[in-house]
């Protein structure tokens, strides 16, 4: 059986809840959703959806960071958006984070997220 060991980084929020920021298990990393929470402050970023889905990806760039990977680690991102017509707005600056060849991706309309967020992001990774 495989040991646990649990990913944490100050340079990423806190958890909102009961969970781990990630949690690797092999060379596998599990990324819990993230929000556009302000790691510094904790305050939700609210200014526009171009700085929310940077927020995010930038919280999720710190976790995957902590784990040893990078974003050409990242096997699966999932999405998840509030409002659908910012998908474009999505990919534009997801190509900004990722290069060829890009990980495996959903993005799903949600009626709600945590804290009244207008995206949430998780992933996972393989390392080495």
């Given at each position: 059986?495989?040991?646990r060991?649990?990913?944490s980084?100050p340079?990423?929020?806190a958890?909102?809840g009961?969970y781990?920021?990630a949690?690797k298990?092999g060379?596998?990393?599990y990324?819990?959703?993230q929000?556009?929470?302000d790691?510094r402050?904790g305050q939700l970023?609210?200014?526009?959806?171009?700085a929310q889905?940077?927020?995010?990806f930038?919280?999720?760039?710190?976790?995957i960071?902590a784990?040893g990977?990078?974003?050409a680690?990242?096997t699966?991102?999932?999405?998840?958006?509030t409002?659908l017509?910012h998908?474009?707005?999505?990919?534009q600056?997801?190509?900004?984070?990722?290069?060829?060849?890009y990980?495996a991706?959903?993005?799903?309309q949600?009626?709600?997220l945590p804290?009244g967020?207008?995206v949430?992001?998780?992933?996972?990774?393989?390392?080495g």
């Amino acid at each position: 059986m495989s040991s646990r060991t649990i990913i944490s980084t100050p340079d990423a929020p806190a958890a909102v809840g009961t969970y781990s920021q990630a949690v690797k298990v092999g060379n596998t990393v599990y990324v819990s959703g993230q929000i556009p929470l302000d790691p510094r402050s904790g305050q939700l970023v609210t200014s526009s959806m171009d700085a929310q889905i940077r927020r995010v990806f930038d919280n999720l760039n710190a976790i995957i960071t902590a784990s040893g990977g990078t974003f050409a680690s990242v096997t699966k991102l999932n999405v998840f958006l509030t409002d659908l017509s910012h998908f474009a707005l999505l990919n534009q600056i997801m190509a900004e984070y990722f290069q060829e060849p890009y990980p495996a991706r959903a993005a799903i309309q949600v009626a709600a997220l945590p804290k009244g967020a207008a995206v949430e992001m998780d992933c996972v990774l393989e390392l080495g």
